[in-house]
């Protein structure tokens, strides 16, 4: 990478945002494909939110990913928004188009992307248990949901956040049968597709979202924990014979999704993922 006078910027904020991976995903991918363009990590605190942003577009940045605590709280700054960003309450991405700037949000298209190539599934007439009701749940029932799932329950330990994300994705797609599950111990194997999307399994968080002992063979169990890379979920589903997808791979896909928005290119995922791994593999997350 040289960097000059004409070098596009991009990058990331949050707080905290020292442990990102995402320079390591959209840096190959500009290097790979050629492109003078950079991605840098910037750590941005709530109460400067709105100065970063707004700072950050007057100095000609190309594209800005958004995470925690900011991607709610950045829609009302935002000229335009995407169907998925107004429809999930939340951004990821902004596109700076003309002078304006468009709130996208790529997680529930980056799952997709990496069910569909890391586990060839497609929810067309499936049905999926998702597992926690917070910001990262809605984006996966909503892209569950417009993938044309045919039934989706949610299981959260707080029953009234799941019940909130049912009236909301019921309200919006007739075709799919939204439930709030209350048990704890239910049967697993009736799920074509079983997705925790809680903090459960993370290094600070182990254990497990639920008991597993239903799991079996021709289902997929998706985390979206992607540290450590096997979680106690995904090692108790591959025991019993489902097929398990870790986060890392959303994490890549929705990279890459965002990456095509500010670039207009298709990402270079076969890059991108094999310096992801090998980041993760050196245990620096
Ligand atoms: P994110 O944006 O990553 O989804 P979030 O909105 O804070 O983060 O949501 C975190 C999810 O993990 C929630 O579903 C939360 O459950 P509650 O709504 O009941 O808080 C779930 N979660 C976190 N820690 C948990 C734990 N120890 N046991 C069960 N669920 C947990």
Redesign the pocket.
Known sequence: MRLDGSTGLTGIIGQPVAHTLSPVLQNTAFDFLGLNWVYLAFEVSPEHLSQAVLGLSACGCRGLNVT?PHKREVLPLLDELSDTARLVGAANTIEFRNGRMVGHNTDGPGFMKSLEADAGFRPEGKSALVL??????RSLVAALAGGGARSIKIL???AS?AEILVGLMAARFQHCSFAVERQFELDLSEFDLVVN????GMEN?PGL?VPVSTLRPGQIVYDIVYWPLQTELLRAAKARGATIVNGLQMLLHQGAESFSIWTGKAAPIKEMAAALLERAEKGLI
């Open positions: 925690m926690g009701a917070g910001g990262a749940a959260n330990r707080d956040k999307a809680t903090s459960v968080n979202p």
